[in-house]
């Protein structure tokens, strides 16, 4: 190797090791997200807001399209999230912590109560006021955000509470879209969602028949999104519809080709266009709202409390057994981080209200609660003893959690 292709490995190489690393994508939105509000409140660059919502063309050859970039974004980009989450949905069903009944039901009872008592706590402030649409709000955790500080915790946590955190992440967001999918869809228009359908019988066409090459599913779910867009149904499902319907015999391959541009493209483009916001000079405002006490108070408090309440009946009544090698006093910490809950809040968020201001006070209560879930979650479990170096597994989730945490 020449001297200047050593130098050029030497420079490359910190860049790629960060990109492999677990907490990469947090880091990475983390400061997209500081960026765009720097950005968005600097008068010197009040071109920054104007471009997210600069009109256009969006009528082309008769095909309604979005407006703007920031509608681009949520509504087309962020498909390919949505893909990509369908994908280790279906990953973990087939080979992960989903794959039982008695290993998936532990995660699926804490996700369940991770959902379930965030919107009785924002239900409690907002019910019967103009608000109380944003309930599904706080029901999210963020994958990339939670695994990320988990990381950080290194041997702290067991392998298996780690792979736990994964699965009720997963089964939040899973819980997430069919929240958005059923309760989030204003108007519904009968001719374009017939359209989709058909679309969807087209692609479950294609599976029967073990058509495997991508190319030929992309006319289907392409006229599957735009059924859904038009029907009203918001067009990121198409993105899940696809990978639980297409015929994938390599999925880890799939997901990891999708891996970087969701991760490094798509979802720092979502926090840079969805905190494009100018913050109110008196942040009282902001935080005095029963929007913010639902939000804030349903992510700090009411996921761990509903994560690990559920959990813990679940085992004391031996419905579920608790991940090996972990306590009580962990499980409690994981449901602090998933009070983590940036993306899937903030994408609800935006279709919970219309109103620009509303949406701000939103965004910035999503932000501050993420923050105080991530660091009262990394200052609580970092208070255990790391443990003994774990053996390796021959289970199929243990022994890919490091390259699962990387796809996540």
Same mark, same amino acid.
């Given at each position: @190797?020449?001297?200047?292709?050593?130098?050029?490995?030497?420079?490359?190489?910190?860049?790629?090791?960060?990109?492999?690393?677990?907490?990469?994508?947090?880091?990475?939105?983390?400061?997209? %997200?500081?960026?765009?509000?720097?950005?968005?409140?600097?008068?010197?660059?009040?071109?920054?807001?104007?471009?997210?919502?600069?009109?256009?063309?969006?009528?082309?050859?008769?095909?309604?399209?979005?407006?703007?970039?920031?509608?681009?974004?949520?509504?087309?980009?962020?498909?390919?999230?949505?893909?990509?989450?369908?994908?280790?949905?279906?990953?973990?069903?087939?080979?992960?912590?989903?794959?039982?009944?008695?290993?998936?039901?532990?995660?699926?009872?804490?996700?369940?109560?991770?959902?379930?008592?965030?919107?009785?706590?924002?239900?409690?402030?907002?019910?019967?006021?103009?608000?109380?649409?944003?309930?599904?709000?706080?029901?999210?955790?963020?994958?990339?955000?939670?695994?990320?500080?988990?990381?950080?915790?290194?041997?702290?946590?067991?392998?298996?509470?780690?792979?736990?955190?994964?699965?009720?992440?997963?089964?939040?967001?899973?819980?997430?879209?069919?929240?958005?999918?059923?309760?989030?869809?204003?108007?519904?228009?009968?001719?374009?969602?017939?359209?989709?359908?058909?679309?969807?019988?087209?692609?479950?066409?294609?599976?029967?028949?073990?058509?495997?090459?991508?190319?030929?599913?992309?006319?289907?779910?392409?006229?599957?999104?735009?059924?859904?867009?038009?029907?009203?149904?918001?067009?990121?499902?198409?993105?899940?519809?696809?990978?639980?319907?297409?015929?994938?015999?390599?999925?880890?391959?799939?997901?990891?080709?999708?891996?970087?541009?969701?991760?490094?493209?798509?979802?720092?483009?979502?926090?840079?266009?969805? %905190?494009?916001?100018?913050?109110?000079?008196?942040?009282?405002?902001?935080?005095?709202?029963?929007?913010?006490?639902?939000?804030?108070?349903?992510?700090?408090?009411?996921?761990?409390?509903?994560?690990?309440?559920?959990?813990?009946?679940?085992?004391?009544?031996?419905?579920?057994?608790?991940?090996?090698?972990? %306590?009580?006093?962990?499980?409690?910490?994981?449901?602090?981080?998933?009070?983590?809950?940036?993306?899937?809040?903030?994408?609800?968020?935006?279709?919970?209200?219309?109103?620009?201001?509303?949406?701000?006070?939103?965004?910035?209560?999503?932000?501050?609660?993420?923050?105080?879930?991530?660091?009262?979650?990394? @200052?609580?479990?970092?208070?255990?003893?790391?443990?003994?170096?774990?053996?390796?597994?021959?289970?199929?989730?243990?022994?890919?959690?490091?390259?699962?945490?990387?796809?996540?």
């Amino acid at each position: @190797m020449s001297g200047s292709a050593q130098k050029s490995y030497r420079i490359f190489t910190p860049v790629r090791d960060f990109l492999n690393s677990s907490y990469s994508t947090g880091i990475i939105l983390i400061s997209c %997200t500081v960026l765009s509000l720097v950005l968005s409140n600097i008068g010197a660059t009040r071109g920054y807001l104007d471009f997210w919502h600069y009109s256009l063309p969006h009528t082309v050859a008769g095909l309604n399209l979005p407006e703007n970039p920031l509608s681009w974004v949520n509504d087309v980009f962020m498909t390919f999230f949505f893909f990509l989450v369908g994908l280790e949905i279906k990953r973990e069903l087939q080979v992960g912590e989903l794959a039982s009944l008695k290993r998936s039901l532990l995660p699926v009872l804490a996700a369940l109560g991770g959902m379930v008592c965030p919107a009785v706590i924002f239900a409690i402030f907002n019910v019967n006021t103009p608000y109380q649409h944003g309930w599904g709000i706080p029901m999210a955790t963020d994958i990339a955000f939670s695994l990320g500080v988990l990381s950080l915790l290194g041997k702290r946590v067991p392998v298996q509470l780690k792979i736990f955190l994964m699965a009720l992440a997963i089964i939040d967001d899973l819980g997430a879209v069919i929240t958005i999918a059923i309760f989030y869809t204003k108007t519904l228009n009968f001719m374009y969602f017939g359209i989709a359908g058909l679309a969807f019988v087209t692609v479950l066409g294609f599976n029967a028949i073990k058509v495997k090459s991508p190319y030929l599913y992309l006319i289907p779910a392409a006229v599957l999104w735009y059924g859904l867009f038009k029907s009203g149904v918001h067009p990121t499902i198409a993105g899940v519809v696809m990978a639980f319907s297409m015929h994938l015999t390599k999925l880890e391959k799939v997901e990891h080709l999708h891996k970087i541009p969701v991760n490094y493209i798509i979802m720092p483009l979502f926090a840079l266009a969805n %905190t494009a916001i100018i913050l109110p000079s008196d942040f009282s405002g902001a935080f005095t709202s029963t929007i913010s006490y639902g939000i804030i108070l349903g992510l700090v408090i009411g996921k761990p409390i509903g994560i690990f309440s559920f959990s813990y009946f679940a085992t004391k009544l031996g419905i579920a057994s608790l991940p090996s090698k972990s %306590t009580y006093k962990q499980l409690l910490g994981m449901g602090m981080l998933g009070g983590i809950g940036f993306t899937m809040s903030i994408f609800t968020s935006t279709l919970s209200y219309g109103e620009d201001g509303l949406q701000i006070i939103s965004k910035i209560a999503i932000v501050a609660a993420s923050f105080i879930s991530g660091v009262i979650g990394y @200052m609580y479990v970092a208070r255990f003893r790391p443990g003994h170096v774990e053996e390796k597994s021959t289970d199929a989730a243990t022994a890919g959690y490091e390259d699962a945490v990387a796809i996540a």
